[in-house]
């Protein structure tokens, strides 16, 4: 069960953060109820958190690709969901007529259905 999320709790540990969660679409979709909206703790971590320039880190720099795709890789319920494709050389979406804004082979992106 995913626990709930409120800007009092992210301010818990940062007061300075709260609000820019809030303010994006992970935030966004959290207060909307959206099920599958990460919390801050998801990419995070609760008690095991370090900081981003540890190695060990959910959000070092090395471990990001794999943090976020845990969710947001092709198949995934969320990339079923929100319509979220992965251009790469290799995937039958980097051939996309409709080309995405500044998308780069190897970019998640999300395309507006048409």
Same mark, same amino acid.
């Given at each position: +069960?995913?626990? @709930?999320?409120?800007?009092?709790?992210?301010? +818990?540990? =940062?007061?300075? *953060?709260?609000?820019?969660?809030?303010?994006?679409l992970h935030g966004k979709l959290v207060?909307?109820?959206?099920? $599958?909206?990460?919390r801050c703790w998801d990419c995070h971590?609760? =008690?095991? *958190? $370090?900081?981003?320039?540890?190695?060990?880190? =959910?959000?070092? %720099?090395?471990?990001?690709?794999?943090?976020?795709?845990?969710?947001? %890789?092709?198949?995934?319920? *969320?990339?079923?969901?929100?319509?979220?494709v992965i251009l790469s050389p290799v995937?039958?979406?980097?051939? $996309?007529?409709? @080309?995405?804004?500044?998308?780069?082979?190897?970019?998640?992106?999300? $395309? @507006?259905?048409?």
């Open positions: +069960m995913t626990r @709930p999320w409120s800007p009092s709790t992210a301010g +818990m540990c =940062h007061d300075d *953060v709260a609000e820019i969660y809030t303010a994006s207060e909307a109820g959206a099920r $599958l909206a990460p971590g609760a =008690h095991d *958190v $370090l900081p981003s320039g540890s190695d060990s880190s =959910h959000v070092t %720099k090395f471990n990001i690709p794999f943090m976020c795709g845990r969710c947001h %890789k092709e198949g995934t319920e *969320v990339s079923r969901t929100y319509g979220i995937s039958p979406a980097a051939t $996309l007529s409709r @080309p995405a804004a500044s998308a780069t082979p190897g970019h998640i992106v999300a $395309l @507006p259905a048409t």
